[in-house]
């Protein structure tokens, strides 16, 4: 990597957490995807969460069918855990390359997630192989307790599932994913080498006031929410920091502009458009440009055990607005709405379009 105050080259990025989504949507999050990173772990909660070996070959093939000509992109595809899974799928896909992880949701934790888990020690069988092969364990932390205040549920899973769970299943990979406290911090900065966490950009820019600014603003509301302002800045001296067990996840996952606006909106921060230029925007602020490039381009293959990417990209010191809205089109007559995360507002850094030959 090399960086001046003006231009920032760096090897080519992956999202280590990602929502592709579906249908319609999938022109419209792969491409702003693969202009700027190589591979994406893609989550498997869609309306028919990918449980089979089968579904997740197709998903895949929908998937690079809708990468645009010129782009190279890898998905790396995850299975859906559930207490009905059997190790045996797990395996299968894991071996034959189809599932680089497996991801859990405790049972109507976010978006799609009805058919996740509701008592973790049903799914102790797959643990154990997936242990025993080296297969990632994905983790939603959050417990889905109504007597559990929202803000909390981060926490309370970490001890109430997670350590115990780890102290089963010692040598389990793990990641935390887009953790949002300071106590998530601490824990994975203080466990083995084999837990690790994904850190969002939004997480890093915004704490809970976002949501009531002035009112409901549903385009701020994700899983696990945003918290206080002293936990977004224990992420971004996390993130910053330099240590490899915390890399890109962007967790970005759109949802069309009624669905977001209704009165039960839905959770999820449409990021990735400008991704990496907000990670840029956050290390620059911190001090820690010249930590970039690893938090965004090696830890994330290093804890999965996969090559780095070869190619780089570039970011240069060029303001733009992000606009509005992003179109979906759903047919040659209409088109429907994503918002942005950092809508409206003016970010410092640009990426030139395109990784470097
Ligand atoms: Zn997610």
């Known amino acids: 990597m090399n960086h001046s105050p003006e231009r920032i080259t760096l090897r080519q990025p992956d999202d280590w957490h990602l929502h592709l989504r579906d249908g319609d949507m999938l022109n419209v999050t792969v491409m702003n995807t693969a202009r700027v990173f190589r591979r994406a ?79 973790l020690r ?58 949002t406290t300071e106590q998530a911090v ?51 001296k996390a993130a910053t920091s330099g240590k490899a067990c915390f890399f890109l996840g962007t967790d970005s996952a759109p949802h069309l502009r009624a669905f ?19 990670y840029a925007e956050v290390f620059e602020q911190e001090g820690a440009l010249d930590r970039l490039e690893a938090f965004a381009s090696e830890y994330g293959p290093v804890f999965y055990g996969l090559p780095l990417n070869e190619q780089s990209v570039t970011l240069i010191k060029q303001n733009q607005v992000v606009p509005d809205f992003v179109e979906v089109l759903r047919n040659e007559q209409t088109s429907e709405k994503l918002v942005p995360f950092h809508a409206g507002e003016t970010l410092r850094w640009t990426l030139l379009m395109g990784p470097n030959k």
């Open 122 to 179: 049903s799914i102790d069988s797959l643990l154990e192989t997936m242990e025993s092969i080296g297969m990632p364990l994905l983790i939603h932390g959050e417990v889905v307790d109504r007597d559990v205040d929202v803000f909390d549920r981060e926490v309370v899973f970490i001890e109430r599932h997670l350590v115990p769970l780890l102290v089963r299943f010692p040598r389990l990979k793990v990641v935390l994913e887009h953790i």
């Open 260 to 278: 977001k606006e209704s009165s039960c909106g839905c959770a999820g921060i449409f990021n990735s458009p400008y991704a990496l230029e907000s």
């Open 41 to 119: 772990v893609v989550m498997p909660n869609l309306t028919v969460p990918i449980t089979t070996v089968e579904a997740a070959v197709s998903y895949r093939k929908r998937i690079l069918d809708s990468t645009p000509v010129g782009m190279a992109f890898t998905p790396l595809m995850t299975a859906y855990i559930t207490s009905n899974l059997c190790p045996e799928v797990l395996e299968k896909g894991f071996r034959n390359g189809v599932f680089i992880a497996a991801k859990l949701y405790p049972a109507n934790s976010t978006t799609n997630s009805a058919q996740g888990v509701s008592d």
């Open 186 to 236: 601490e824990f994975v900065d203080t466990s083995s080498s084999k837990i690790a966490a994904t850190i969002t950009p939004h997480h890093l820019h915004i704490n809970r006031n976002a949501m009531f600014d002035g009112g409901l603003r549903s385009d701020f509301f994700c899983l696990p929410v945003a918290k206080r302002e002293r936990h977004r800045l224990a992420l971004r």
